[in-house]
């Protein structure tokens, strides 16, 4: 497994090729969302942009109005990021300097967000015992694969996030 490390100033993991695949299509899928697919009734929009003022809809809409395009253009980009900086469709190394850094984690973070939402993850859900019994009912389910990448996707946040703050 890739593990974020310092070096010289910057954050350094190592990527198989499965993993720069994952990423780079969790990413252009984030992408995606904020794109064309773009809609406010679905639930991880609204979970990647709640309403400031959940009991004021008008004031809500109000705030959304000056703050949602500058938003929406800043998580694209930090999911661009994410792309930049991986290899071409074999694995290597990822070399992020501190803005590349944090770009990936808020990227990495909207990531895990949108999955979880559609993986009806909350608060108190224990991510082993929820793939234990994913692979118990059927291992080769899209289940177990969605909520793998959702546990390495954490991981790799942590991992980044240590490597910061070491």
Request: hydrophobic share 45%.
């Amino acid at each position: 497994m890739s593990m974020f490390r310092r070096q010289a100033g910057h954050y350094v993991a190592v990527f198989a090729v499965d993993e720069v695949r994952v990423l780079r299509k969790v990413a252009s899928e984030v992408v995606g969302l904020l794109t064309d697919g773009f809609d406010h009734t679905d639930p991880v929009v609204g979970r990647l942009f709640p309403a400031v003022y959940p009991q004021d809809a008008p004031d809500t809409a109000e705030f959304r109005r000056y703050t949602e395009g500058d938003l929406k253009t800043s998580k694209i980009d930090q999911a661009g990021a994410v792309l930049a900086a991986l290899p071409d469709d074999a694995g290597g190394e990822v070399r992020l300097d501190a803005e590349a850094a944090e770009a990936w984690l808020r990227a990495l973070n909207d990531a895990r967000l949108a999955m979880g939402v559609r993986l009806e993850i909350k608060d108190g859900t224990d991510l082993g015992e929820e793939l234990d019994d994913a692979v118990a009912e059927d291992p080769g389910s899209s289940r177990v694969f969605q909520l793998s990448v959702y546990a390495y996707l954490g991981y790799l946040q942590e991992s980044l996030l240590n490597a910061l703050i070491d």
